[in-house]
């Protein structure tokens, strides 16, 4: 077989993710070379995994005429720029989300894939979810009927650090974004965005201008409706849920949990908390998602998790957040294109 | 002992809920009179439950000294001046929800009531269901912690004849009223509320100036958030669910069903659909609510579910009508107090 | 309508179930008298239900020839007794289980109904229990397909008082006779019995020669097995439970509870305990058994839960003590019939 | 790090899963061949994962000085000869389960293992099983209290071929094996067994001898009582479950599923069937048995699954044949030790 060569910039806890999906269960491709800025931290990976090469400058990964496809998984603020360099050295690219926080880079990114002709994914690994891949299949087959409601519950178990709230573009550039997307994949364009939302889980939260407990009300184009739910922090842990309401009937997923086991003695019975924390809730669909990336890049396929989906749901984004500003629904017509 | 008498004014369907719970299920109690003014209907009711006396008119009711309570079970539109006319006549009151349409018209039972020194209970029985009731429960216990989100799922399995929606105030008023009653007795005084609704399931209820899907959201005052999810159809039958999150846990209640029975095949494993309709899934709670009222009285303490908790219900149906009309949220200080 | 006169005869816990049930939500029927050795007791239900006699001798109530049917709700060792003197009287006849600990003294029973062509029904409430008439019902249907196996789990909250277990005739009569019965319901006739027991919850059980943990296994004469899990005290509360796998499927009931509350926080999810006891758990089968014995009184249809049911749960028992004194599978037809 | 150099005997199914299992999760060890009768095999096996050598005779494999541990994956009748010689040629092993269908070749193995002062562990995965293992933990851990009645359900989702079935030793030795380690992983040694069993699923196996829907009681040394349900074939798939009571609670493990979702309309709510096959089913509990073996060997660890459990299981497997045969309650004591 003619395996297809991937190098990886980024060695971080992502990029370690994908290169253990390739490495174990993408027989189809190998990675060739693996790139971080904290070059110990490629050393490490390259050698966990037997990868043959490991840089600290990235431009070796784009520069070597063996490597066909990147995976870009180094901090936010450059994905734009890598995957701009990447497209110009002819590489197909996986690119980690967001692609980035203004709409003006992601149509760089739009700009210089098209005019390279390179494939380019985007990370939103949720779509590959089995829970959420099945509402979908679902709604696909007809079985839910005209869509009318979605509703998607999304909290995470703790915070991350004040320091990361400050410069990530706040959550519904950092959080909700994923949701955004799901809300996208299920029930298509949205039009409008109403922000009902506080400060209920630290109030350092609030001093750096973000909020850390919303609900995200949705207008489809398709004329159904929807509300995001999140919270910075959930006392039982990461919750991850979707319901979709149809003229037909309804959908729902459930948390994953460790077991199925119940406990029940004189104090009720007992089950588990959902799964801890989003790499082993979601650690399957990171292994898809890259199956699918390398499948398109080695057939030729279009890839189906797009830049523009990166773009619409950064739009989303940016509507949440002058929606809480303003205190009014906003269009999503009223953010550039 | 000495039981209460109580005159029910209305043998309608809730009418004949509420004679049957006193007759089987409160010892306390016993009816003298029933009225209607389909007075086949008193009568048919009188006989079954052995209740001596029936009438046509409800002030035969009103003027029979013997009577020291009276259930206001009539059409809505008369249920505030039956309302004032038993409290002149010096009648406790049960009256069912909601009271009136207009403010004003409340206002004027509150005085009428207040003048009078009798009780009154407003019949929002979804505060007396067994599982919403529990999560009460644990709210007050303190096991939710602070109160961050409040969900409410309200579907129902069939809209109403259009006639009605034409002169119920629409859904808002006459389906929203319970859940914002709901949001109320979980998460006290709501602030503001913002509609985000369509027409999905009847155009011909969109073309009587109503929708029939909509998500209410809510800011308390106390800082939380909420939504109410309704629906005037559901495929799958009568939805109603609720899910209360607080920096120490959730608490939710999902649907009661007719059985607990699985049947699993090749084709996968199925259980029930939801109790339908309110009469099956909230039976249980008008017993409860006829209990507490007839206890109220009896053992001369304040009734809990007063007619405050009916104007604030209805203001915030008229602050969801406001947000509707003119696309924005409404604060309810904007609605006439 | 013309009512169907009733005379209830033992005023103890299940009398008052019956009486009520009838009082309450059987329009078709009153209840002309009701009978106690402990006469107070009689008096007491009489007062509470507006039932217009009560005496101390249940002869007072065979002798009124206004009465059409009877209860026997009196204490197992008159059951038989009873019920013949009650057919002789020309009465029809509802029977609390056990009729008797004899085949001899069931064969009475057999003869006397027979002769004086009454209708007898024997007080199998778990047949009308919603749960297990759905896994009937789903089984009738042929859903099921051919039964391999039927597992019932059965286990008390809390063991009778000693003094019970001595005269009760032990586990497999005054407990699992409700289990035998349901065996046959759903799978028929049984062939043979096998009983693995222990003493694990008191040792004072065992020294009254009786066990507290058994599973009984079974073999139906259409060649599916069985097995029932009974347990005199199970700490979680009372556990009633049901699966049927067949060749197309499996149907199980899993326990009714109180609410369907979930509360989840750090240390897990929890739910309700099974609802405690019999009285709640199995509340609407009393109701719907008396319905339906009324019923076949008032239309002259056959009674479907029926003496022969009665004996044919007694043997079951009796094959149950056979096997666990002498160790081995013991066939039905080794027991008298 | 100084890796576990291991070869691998027969590249059959379950050869690959622990092949698999090393090479991508076991960064402790390492395959330096694999061999297989079909050589074909074992080459194809060592080219996907990059082992280095592949053989045909599995000698290569235990002459080879280099190779630490070998895991014997071969075809049953051939698992104890294997074991023997690999233990003389001073080779730690893991072996697959059954060791034998005879007792004193699994004697002559655990003579042939301490001889040699190598570690043996048994192939019973199920002991590592996410939900069993839970269950387990609760029992360690006193949540249980004393146990009173183990109940396990395991159901294949099809039969295997009759020919396997003519010379696996028939279903208990084949199937209940697993079920026999369970039932004393959780309860302990047992000292009794009756077996209730009939051919429900198809004639022919009958005509061979077995029969293929089975309930096997228990009896424990410590005074616990147990049951095991199986059957060939369970329409809805592959049912694996357990359930554990106590004096104190009970602990229950309901099947994993494909995915938490739910999907209700107008005809019920229908959820996923379990997870078909064991290979979808227990995969991550190979993972861990292969990991705890490597563990045991790396750091001179007692083996927990010992040739002794391999021994009883089998002992169980041969009463449960004895009291089918004698249809009676076979004492362990009776078969040969």
Redesign the interface.
């Known amino acids: 077989m003619n395996k297809l060569k991937v190098g990886i910039i980024g060695a971080g806890r992502i990029g370690q993710v994908h290169a253990k999906s390739i490495?174990?269960?993408i027989?189809q491709a190998e990675i060739l070379a693996v790139s971080d800025i904290y070059v110990e931290g490629a050393k490490k990976l390259a050698e966990?995994l037997g990868i043959p090469n490991y840089y600290e400058d990235y431009h070796e990964i784009l520069n070597n005429p063996e490597i066909d496809a990147v995976l870009v998984c180094s901090s936010t603020d450059t994905h734009a720029d890598i995957t701009i360099e990447a497209a110009k050295a002819g590489k197909h690219i996986f690119c980690e989300k967001p692609v980035d926080l203004t709409v003006d880079k992601i149509k760089a990114v739009i700009d210089a894939v098209n005019k390279a002709g390179v494939k380019l994914q985007i990370g939103f690994n949720r779509r590959y979810d089995?829970?959420f891949a099945?509402?979908k299949d679902?709604a696909n087959k007809g079985?839910?009927?005209?869509l009318?409601?979605i509703?998607i519950t999304s909290?995470d178990p703790e915070p991350p650090p004040i320091s990361y709230v400050k410069v990530s573009g706040g959550i519904f550039l950092d959080m909700t974004v994923h949701d955004f997307d799901m809300a996208r994949f299920i029930g298509g364009e949205v039009e409008e965005v109403?922000v009902?939302?506080?400060v209920?889980?630290n109030p350092v939260i609030g001093e750096a201008g973000d909020v850390d407990?919303?609900?995200v009300?949705?207008?489809f184009k398709n004329?159904?409706?929807?509300?995001i739910?999140n919270?910075r922090r959930?006392?039982?842990?990461y919750?991850q849920r979707l319901e979709v309401?149809?003229?037909?009937?309804?959908?729902?997923?459930?948390?994953?949990t460790?077991?199925?086991?119940?406990?029940?003695?004189?104090?009720?019975?007992?089950?588990?908390?959902p799964l801890y924390f989003f790499l082993e809730r979601y650690m399957e669909s990171f292994t898809k998602e890259m199956n699918e990336f390398i499948d398109c890049v080695l057939n030729d396929k279009e890839t189906k998790t797009t830049v523009y989906d990166g773009l619409e749901a950064l739009r989303m984004g940016l509507a949440a957040k002058k929606s809480l500003a303003e205190?009014?629904?906003v269009k999503l017509s009223e953010i550039e294109q």
């Open positions: 490495t174990y269960h027989p966990e089995h829970n099945q509402i679902l079985k839910i009927g005209n009318q409601t509703k909290r109403y009902n939302a506080a209920l889980v407990t919303a609900l009300s949705l207008k004329g159904a409706i929807g509300v739910d919270c959930a006392a039982y842990g919750d309401f149809g003229s037909n009937g309804q959908a729902s997923a459930s948390n994953d460790p077991t199925n086991v119940e406990f029940i003695d004189e104090n009720g019975a007992v089950t588990d908390k205190h009014r629904p």
